[in-house]
């Protein structure tokens, strides 16, 4: 079946400009994830649906950052003013479900590289 | 903040050879998960291992845990030129935010021909 999907594959902006990422997740998947990875470093959660909800968004760095999934299936990253330190990989995953008793197994899409010049 | 720390941070093998990468964390763990990464896209999911659980297998992969030392290995048996990518381990936090993977700087991993 089609995997996590995420569009566009590569993003070049200047310094200033909004931009949005958009994740499309494994159908069935209720949960949903965003991560950056920084050249050199693992990934970094940013935020975390369960359905149309952000259950947990402490990864954002800061309100330029937010991210909505408004019928609980494909998600967009929005980032405003963007600057230079926010070029990074985009990584969206999707899972079954998420909870205190659950072992999830996250799937990941290609990424999204974004460069802000 | 990164919670996994892989070890080494660079192997170079020969085909054939096996590979072992390590990996130590901090906090109390639901499970732990290891990824490859090609070219620094998509990560690839490999392998999850429960914290009730101590070995897991699956093909050439072997992963074990260790949760007293707070650390677990990645052994790649029969390498093969297609093996050289990025490998992170992952920890779901125990309690409510397993959900919420921590991953390590990564092991670069180059299996010659």
């Known amino acids: 079946g089609a995997g996590v999907s995420q569009t566009p594959s590569n993003k070049v902006t200047e310094k200033g400009k909004y931009v949005e990422l958009r994740c499309d997740p494994i159908?069935?998947?209720?949960?949903l994830y965003w991560y950056r990875q920084s050249l050199g470093q693992g990934p970094e959660f940013l935020i975390y649906?369960?359905?149309?909800?952000?259950?947990?968004d402490s990864g954002l760095p800061n309100d330029r950052f937010f991210a909505v999934r408004p019928e609980g299936s494909v998600s967009t990253l929005k980032i405003q003013r963007t600057e230079r330190g926010d070029s990074a990989v985009y990584l969206c995953?999707?899972?079954?479900?998420?909870?205190?008793?659950?072992?999830?197994?996250?799937?990941f899409g290609p990424g999204t590289r974004l460069t802000v010049l | 903040s990164q919670q996994g720390e892989e070890d080494p941070q660079a192997l170079s093998i020969q085909e054939g050879e096996n590979a072992t990468m390590n990996c130590s964390y901090k906090?109390?763990?639901?499970?732990l998960q290891w990824y490859r990464q090609n070219s620094g896209r998509g990560l690839v999911h490999l392998i999850l291992?429960?914290?009730?659980?101590r070995e897991k297998h699956s093909g050439r992969l072997r992963v074990t845990l260790d949760t007293s030392k707070k650390s677990s290995s990645l052994l790649i048996t029969a390498s093969r030129a297609a093996d050289t990518a990025s490998y992170f381990c992952?920890?779901?936090?125990?309690?409510?935010?397993?959900?919420?993977?921590?991953f390590g700087k990564g092991t670069l991993l180059t299996v010659n021909p």
């Open positions: 291992i429960r914290s009730n659980e």
């Open positions: 906090t109390s763990i639901n499970n």
């Open positions: 995953a999707s899972s079954l479900g998420a909870g205190a008793y659950m072992y999830n197994e996250q799937f």
């Open positions: 159908s069935g998947h209720t949960a």
């Open positions: 992952a920890t779901g936090n125990s309690g409510g935010s397993n959900y919420k993977l921590t």
């Open positions: 649906f369960q359905g149309t909800g952000a259950a947990d």
